[in-house]
């Protein structure tokens, strides 16, 4: 029997479900890696340069500063002169309508000589041109002087402020007339103001394309980098100049990169090698944790762990910003919690090599991220309360700067006239205050993905808790019992490398169902046995009922469901033998139905519920020894186990033949301990006897 089930078969629907979960977590990280256009450097203006000493490897044009760039498009667009198409028919079309509105209710009431003057104005203004009131202000605020007006195909520059709007052409007609020979309230009657609409149109196609011409006659560069020149050196700082070199170098790269083709090419290399770590990360599961892979909660929490991480330093790098302060180690963190070491570490490089992809300094990052990890887990390695969190904390901050100054040592940059970039160490520092929120989440994920922790089962274990207090109380020798199957169980689990902390506490919760009826259990009977007085059946049927009521109160304390199946396993479908045989001795004769005498099981399933189920059984068997010799004490211990092993208890459970016999010496050993063993003397020889006693009676 090995260790850990490497065979566990998964249904058809279990392993699709898993491959569409890994699917579409594959899927949206690579919709979030950056690509194309991405900053190839991380650096800021004005600190030292962090990276490698850099060499243009071929030559590139060297960008323009921004503001003499800037400055030259301003120039090259005050000979911009957006284009307005004029409608020759909409000015005749709103004289004629004025002759006729005229013609129609004015003629009596308005002299003639008013309407040949506002037919005349009409015809002026609309020839000058009408614009709409937010084309004309659009202009005024840009600046605009001159505007372009197309008849036709034919264009004409002509001044902005010669031009109307609607209101300003009113205002024109009234205010040119002779006031000698025109009344102005006569021609306010006339209702000029609905005969003027706007006759040009802003045509956006024409005047964008005069726009982009223009900008683009001003050359971007101005002249170049050659190759072999260095661009920066490690530990200078990037001024104005350095940083347009580099942006320069940069855009150049960029615009050698514009093709579709390369960037699906990119995409393709991309999902290749998300695709490359993942398997490997399955392959892991397959052949060292197919128990992980088999419990759908382990893998949906690994698959969140792995991808969470790499996805936030994904939406950090689109936007340029930093991402040292992103707290990784919170995954070996998590991992190592609730699942084992090995697991959380090879996760964790699964998740940096995932990240790595998309930040700049990638030796860097994989290097100290890798490091950091190793020392979370070291420092976890026996986790026993939730304020260890804080010490481990302090670990990782602590190697991450070390690496960090490695790396600052290594290229000189912390000697430098230059000094060194504090930023990075800003960062790391950061990502340990973030790191202690893992405190705070470690209850969350435990009840959402119901996990139970090393720290839960160490706060569990305290007997001041109120269920162990009560069985201390009202079943004191179970509780006894208790703890001396837990010391029993401790030692085996050490011995063999079980999980010790789960079993010891799940020892002290095991028979909690005895306080519905303590009395009727050997161990808390000072004389008077109420067994005496019931049938046998009745009697191992309030034996057997402690699991089902031990269960009830284990769901009622809402004890994890890990410590509840230890309740109902550490008893298997063994048998109450003690009134099964009372009963088969009064009837001899008779047939005896065995399953109102059994237990309902099921039968350990785990190397922690077999190691319980050992101890349980041997504990309870050495207090009926008479003599507690180390002859009777190693017989004992042979015969419970290899019982229990004749009767198939540990065929379904992962433990070894070579881990039985190590736990069969585990419990000689404390056994003898516990009862102070006696050895067997050696009986004087008969001859030796008359030697002596001839030799008193001479001498007498």
């Known amino acids: 029997?090995?260790?850990?089930?490497?065979?566990?078969?998964?249904?058809?629907?279990?392993?699709?479900?898993?491959?569409?979960?890994?699917?579409?977590?594959?899927?949206?990280?690579?919709?979030?890696?950056?690509?194309?256009?991405?900053?190839?450097?991380?650096?800021?203006?004005?600190?030292?340069?962090?990276?490698?000493?850099?060499?243009?490897?071929?030559?590139?044009?060297?960008?323009?500063?921004?503001?003499?760039?800037?400055?030259?498009?301003?120039?090259?667009?005050?000979?911009?002169?957006?284009?307005?198409?004029?409608?020759?028919?909409?000015?005749?079309?709103?004289?004629?309508?004025?002759?006729?509105?005229?013609?129609?209710?004015?003629?009596?009431?308005?002299?003639?000589?008013?309407?040949?003057?506002?037919?005349?104005?009409?015809?002026?203004?609309?020839?000058?041109?009408?614009?709409?009131?937010?084309?004309?202000?659009?202009?005024?605020?840009?600046?605009?002087?001159?505007?372009?007006?197309?008849?036709?195909?034919?264009?004409?520059?002509?001044?902005?402020?010669?031009?109307?709007?609607?209101?300003?052409?009113?205002?024109?007609?009234?205010?040119?007339?002779?006031?000698?020979?025109?009344?102005?309230?006569?021609?306010?009657?006339?209702?000029?103001?609905?005969?003027?609409?706007?006759?040009?149109?802003?045509?956006?196609?024409?005047?964008?394309?005069?726009?982009?011409?223009?900008?683009?006659?001003?050359?971007?560069?101005?002249?170049?980098?050659?190759?072999?020149?260095?661009?920066?050196?490690?530990?200078?700082?990037?001024?104005?100049?350095?940083?347009?070199?580099?942006?320069?170098?940069?855009?150049?790269?960029?615009?050698?990169?514009?093709?579709?083709?390369?960037?699906?090419?990119?995409?393709?290399?991309?999902?290749?090698?998300?695709?490359?770590?993942?398997?490997?990360?399955?392959?892991?599961?397959?052949?060292?944790?197919?128990?992980?892979?088999?419990?759908?909660?382990?893998?949906?929490?690994?698959?969140?762990?792995?991808?969470?991480?790499?996805?936030?330093?994904?939406?950090?790098?689109?936007?340029?910003?930093?991402?040292?302060?992103?707290?990784?180690?919170?995954l070996p963190i998590f991992l190592r919690v609730f699942t084992d070491s090995r697991t959380a570490f090879i996760t964790h490089v699964a998740a940096i090599l995932l990240s790595a992809i998309a930040v700049t300094h990638q030796f860097e990052f994989i290097f100290m991220e890798t490091v950091a990890g190793l020392v979370a887990i070291y420092s976890m390695k026996h986790m026993s309360s939730r304020s260890e969190l804080f010490q481990t904390v302090i670990y990782v901050s602590l190697a991450s700067l070390a690496c960090?100054?490695?790396?600052?040592?290594?290229?000189?940059?912390?000697?430098?006239?230059?000094?060194?970039?504090?930023?990075?160490?800003?960062?790391?520092i950061a990502n340990g205050i973030l790191l202690m929120i893992s405190y705070l989440l470690l209850i969350p994920f435990e009840r959402l993905f119901r996990f139970t922790s090393n720290v839960t089962l160490v706060e569990l274990s305290n007997t001041n808790n109120e269920i162990l207090r009560r069985l201390s109380e009202e079943a004191p020798g179970t509780f006894q019992h208790s703890l001396q199957v837990a010391n029993l169980a401790s030692e085996v689990a050490r011995k063999i490398g079980a999980n010790t902390q789960l079993v010891r506490t799940a020892a002290l919760y095991h028979d909690i169902g005895k306080l519905y009826n303590p009395a009727y259990f050997t161990e808390n009977q000072s004389g008077m046995n109420p067994h005496d007085n019931i049938s046998y059946i009745h009697s191992a049927q309030i034996i057997i009922n402690h699991v089902n009521k031990g269960l009830e109160m284990a769901e009622a304390i809402k004890l994890p469901p890990i410590l509840r199946e230890f309740i109902t396993a550490h008893h298997g479908t063994g048998k109450t033998r003690y009134f099964l045989t009372l009963q088969r001795n009064a009837h001899p004769n008779d047939t005896i139905d065995e399953r109102p005498y059994t237990y309902p099981g099921p039968n350990p399933r785990t190397i922690e519920q077999a190691i319980l189920m050992m101890s349980d059984a041997v504990e309870a068997a050495s207090r009926s020894l008479v003599d507690y010799t180390e002859e009777n004490v190693s017989t004992l211990v042979e015969r419970i186990i290899d019982s229990q092993m004749e009767e198939g208890f540990f065929n379904h459970c992962p433990i070894t033949f070579e881990d039985i016999s190590e736990a069969k010496q585990v419990f000689k050993e404390k056994l003898k301990i516990i009862y102070h063993t006696r050895i067997s003397y050696p009986e004087l020889k008969q001859e030796v006897q008359e030697a002596e006693d001839a030799q008193t009676g001479s001498a007498s």
């Not at 290594?410 to 930023?423: A, L, R, V």
């Open 1 to 330: 029997m090995s260790r850990f089930n490497h065979n566990i078969k998964l249904s058809a629907s279990g392993i699709i479900y898993r491959f569409l979960t890994i699917a579409a977590a594959l899927a949206l990280l690579l919709l979030l890696l950056p690509y194309g256009h991405q900053s190839l450097y991380d650096y800021s203006k004005d600190k030292p340069w962090n990276g490698n000493t850099i060499i243009a490897s071929e030559g590139f044009p060297l960008l323009k500063p921004d503001s003499i760039y800037q400055q030259e498009k301003e120039r090259a667009l005050e000979n911009y002169k957006p284009v307005y198409e004029k409608d020759p028919n909409v000015g005749s079309q709103q004289t004629a309508a004025f002759i006729r509105q005229y013609n129609t209710t004015l003629t009596a009431i308005i002299p003639a000589a008013y309407r040949d003057y506002a037919n005349r104005r009409l015809r002026e203004v609309y020839n000058a041109g009408i614009m709409n009131v937010t084309d004309y202000d659009r202009e005024s605020k840009e600046g605009r002087k001159t505007v372009t007006i197309s008849v036709q195909n034919t264009g004409t520059t002509e001044e902005l402020n010669k031009v109307f709007t609607p209101k300003t052409a009113y205002e024109y007609i009234v205010s040119q007339a002779d006031t000698l020979r025109y009344r102005r309230a006569i021609l306010q009657r006339m209702n000029l103001s609905a005969y003027l609409q706007a006759n040009l149109t802003y045509d956006k196609f024409r005047s964008e394309s005069q726009r982009d011409m223009l900008e683009k006659s001003v050359s971007r560069f101005s002249g170049t980098i050659q190759s072999g020149q260095e661009v920066v050196h490690r530990g200078q700082i990037v001024d104005e100049k350095t940083d347009l070199v580099l942006r320069s170098m940069e855009t150049y790269h960029n615009k050698k990169e514009e093709s579709k083709a390369e960037i699906y090419t990119q995409r393709l290399g991309q999902a290749i090698f998300m695709c490359i770590i993942v398997c490997s990360l399955f392959f892991y599961f397959r052949l060292f944790r197919a128990d992980y892979l088999g419990n759908l909660r382990t893998m949906l929490f690994t698959i969140m762990m792995v991808f969470v991480f790499p996805a936030l330093t994904y939406c950090l790098r689109r936007l340029n910003i930093e991402v040292y302060a992103i707290p990784y180690c919170m």
């Open 404 to 428: 960090w100054l490695c790396f600052d040592l290594i290229n000189k940059s912390f000697f430098s006239t230059s000094g060194i970039d504090p930023d990075p160490y800003i960062s790391i």
